[in-house]
């Protein structure tokens, strides 16, 4: 894959994003300067991690900015430059994977008690983002393989609100209080792992290829009475043995490395923009949380293969041929396999609607909406009366018009 210098991120005003829900159980503001630095812009993801930023202005805890390349402070809206490291994004040799050094991505490690999701944050946050259950800190977690890129939140809490409000307003049969979803408290900014994955392939294939030819028939018919002669043309298909070999090279084959998001609402937020990716630094992550992976790369890839394996049935077919194909078996070889984890922005919305908890996703860089959603019985009875009342009024006018 060719590496590319990812570009700068550009400046746009932006209300900062919230994700600490108990700022009142935070320690006092450290005295204006007291925090640590900045990291090092050419340190490596394994020597940044596990950091804390305070504001130069009051001393408070910054937050990065969305769509921007800044740390903002959440209380005196003082600003400070996050520095893109001077790195580009790389890609991993698969077989290099048990040399691969593990790191902690950030400060404090929290997993939920209910849903089991756990996640990396520089914040103590009191809620899980995915069921709204109270998170405890993990005293045994691991580290793990660091991520290589980072896709930075570019929608902030007021854009997120403004697609909520659209979103609701179309989801018909809906509860009135749905409405209220775009206030939800429970708006937070998570960072999801995914892994990717490059292969050059090369299959060997067997199968047929079948070529259509026309037979002229002859059939009768009846008509008022009489018996006529017809032809017409019948497809028929001559099959034919065929074999071969296609080759294909993949990149970025995207894996999911969580089973804590759905499969059908995380695809649904696809397509991501992952070329304005850029190589990871903890910076994009302060005032958020990035929630870990528990599908281990080795996994990943097998599911990688599953997704690349009708592209190359694809290719087989093109390859044979003809009117028709058919295959019957593919031997896939894989050369020069490589691999990353990347993290990708979505803000979680936990809703609770009659004692059930439902989940909303939005794309921290599109603001595409996709989630669960409550039915009102009252909405769907009235709508369901109504469609009952106007078959009858058809009805009863057809009767009408019948009669006279």
């Not at 939140?153 to 997120?160: N, Q």
Request: net charge negative.
């Amino acid at each position: 894959m060719t590496e590319s210098t990812p570009p700068p991120l550009p400046a746009v005003e932006t209300q900062p994003p919230v994700v600490d829900t108990d700022r009142a159980a935070d320690a006092e503001r450290p005295t204006a300067g007291s925090g640590p630095p900045l990291a090092d812009p050419e340190a490596p993801p394994a020597e940044t991690a596990s950091p804390t930023y305070s504001c130069n202005g009051c001393g408070a805890r910054v937050e990065y900015a969305p769509g921007t390349t800044v740390l903002r402070c959440p209380y005196c809206q003082h600003e400070q430059a996050l520095i893109p490291v001077a790195r580009t994004i790389h890609e991993h040799a698969f077989t290099e994977l048990a040399h691969k050094p593990r790191t902690a991505v950030a400060a404090h490690v929290m997993r939920c008690e209910h849903c089991g999701a756990t996640s990396d944050s520089d914040a103590l946050a009191t809620r899980c983002q995915f069921c709204g259950s109270p998170l405890v800190a993990a005293t045994d977690a691991t580290v793990q393989i660091p991520p290589e890129g980072v896709l930075p939140f570019e929608v902030d809490r007021a854009g997120v609100r403004t697609a909520l409000r659209g979103w609701v307003t179309s989801r018909w049969f809906a509860p009135k209080s749905f409405r209220k979803i775009s206030e939800a408290e429970s708006l937070a900014g998570t960072y999801v792992p995914h892994w990717t994955y490059d292969a050059d392939t090369t299959s060997d294939y067997t199968g047929q290829r079948g070529e259509h030819y026309w037979v002229t028939e002859t059939y009768t018919v009846a008509v008022n009475g009489q018996t006529e002669t017809r032809t017409r043309q019948v497809q028929h298909t001559n099959w034919y043995p065929a074999s071969g070999t296609v080759s294909r090279s993949f990149d970025d084959v995207m894996v999911r490395a969580t089973a804590h998001v759905a499969d059908e609402h995380q695809d649904k937020l696809e397509p991501w923009p992952l070329a304005q990716a850029v190589a990871y630094q903890p910076e994009y992550l302060a005032g958020y949380a990035a929630l870990r992976y528990d599908v281990e790369p080795e996994s990943g890839l097998d599911t990688a293969k599953a997704r690349m394996a009708p592209v190359i049935e694809q290719d087989c077919r093109m390859d044979i041929g003809g009117d028709e194909q058919r295959v019957q078996s593919i031997s896939t070889t894989y050369a020069n396999v490589t691999y990353k984890l990347m993290l990708l922005p979505v803000w979680v919305v936990c809703y609770l609607f009659a004692g059930r908890t439902y989940q909303v996703l939005v794309n921290g860089r599109t603001a595409e909406v996709i989630g669960q959603r409550p039915y009102s019985k009252w909405k769907i009875a009235i709508a369901v009366l109504l469609a009952i009342a106007v078959v009858a009024a058809i009805i009863v006018l057809v009767a009408l018009n019948y009669h006279h």
